[in-house]
């Protein structure tokens, strides 16, 4: 954010047409977000005199054969936040790609007003989805497991994944009393139905197991 309070934007949407229409929307549609950068590919993002942006929201289908996990790893030492939008949003990809290191998840669907809500939220470090995508993503768990908050995948994605509360804390800008909160959380909601996510290695199966944290992280 620059210290005007200002949160510099990147959007990446290889459809030109909705790219200048949501670039159009988006510079008259909240006085604290400057749009910097908007690009049809990830490549542009990347070589664009303004990156580092604070906030990138970046359509998930650009067809560039590139991993969604892949370019948000890319992007986590860069320090930018990114927001994702689609046309699709089924819960296992909307877990991907919050287990991935997105922030937030916005449908193509919802009503644009949701972006800013997102932008603002991931400018934070606080991680957004509709409650509309939230109740989805909760309703749809398998195998009896308990529903999750978006923050509370969030925090098991992280912590199955290898990092230590501290840096949990950190990545999601909070306190690592809360960070340990959301653990305990976790950990009573999955006792309560019947597993035991007691130690970190536990956690990290179940996690596997029920699509938050993919296998290869």
């Known amino acids: 954010m620059s210290e005007s309070g200002t949160i510099r934007l990147a959007?990446?949407?290889d459809h030109k047409m909705l790219l200048g229409a949501l670039s159009e929307w988006i510079r008259s549609a909240a006085d604290d977000i400057e749009?910097?950068?908007?690009?049809?590919?990830?490549?542009?993002?990347?070589?664009?005199?303004?990156?580092?942006?604070?906030?990138?929201?970046?359509?998930?289908?650009?067809?560039?054969g590139m991993p969604l996990a892949v370019r948000l790893a890319q992007m986590k030492p860069t320090g930018v936040k990114v927001v994702l939008m689609s046309s699709y949003s089924e819960p296992p990809r909307v877990r991907e790609a919050l287990a991935s290191g997105a922030l937030g998840y916005v449908p193509k669907s919802e009503?644009?007003?949701?972006?800013?809500?997102?932008?603002?939220?991931?400018s934070r470090g606080e991680s957004y989805i509709s409650a509309e995508l939230d109740l989805a993503i909760s309703s749809s768990d398998i195998g009896?497991?308990?529903?999750?908050?978006?923050?509370?995948?969030?925090?098991?994605?992280?912590?199955?994944?290898?990092?230590?509360?501290?840096?949990?804390?950190?990545?999601?800008?909070?306190?690592?009393?809360?960070?340990?909160?959301?653990?305990?959380?976790?950990?009573?909601?999955?006792?309560?139905?019947?597993?035991?996510?007691?130690?970190?290695?536990?956690?990290?199966?179940?996690?596997?197991?029920?699509?938050?944290?993919?296998?290869?992280?």
């Open 11 to 13: 959007l990446v949407d």
């Open 35 to 64: 749009l910097v950068c908007a690009v049809t590919s990830y490549p542009e993002l990347l070589s664009h005199p303004a990156f580092p942006v604070d906030v990138a929201l970046m359509d998930v289908d650009l067809k560039d």
């Open 144 to 217: 009896g497991s308990p529903k999750l908050s978006a923050q509370e995948r969030r925090v098991m994605a992280l912590y199955g994944g290898g990092e230590p509360v501290k840096t949990v804390a950190y990545e999601l800008g909070i306190s690592e009393e809360t960070a340990k909160s959301y653990l305990k959380r976790i950990r009573e909601k999955y006792r309560v139905a019947g597993f035991d996510v007691g130690t970190k290695v536990a956690l990290r199966k179940r996690a596997i197991e029920d699509g938050i944290l993919l296998q290869t992280d």
């Open 111 to 122: 009503d644009a007003s949701m972006i800013v809500k997102a932008i603002r939220a991931a």
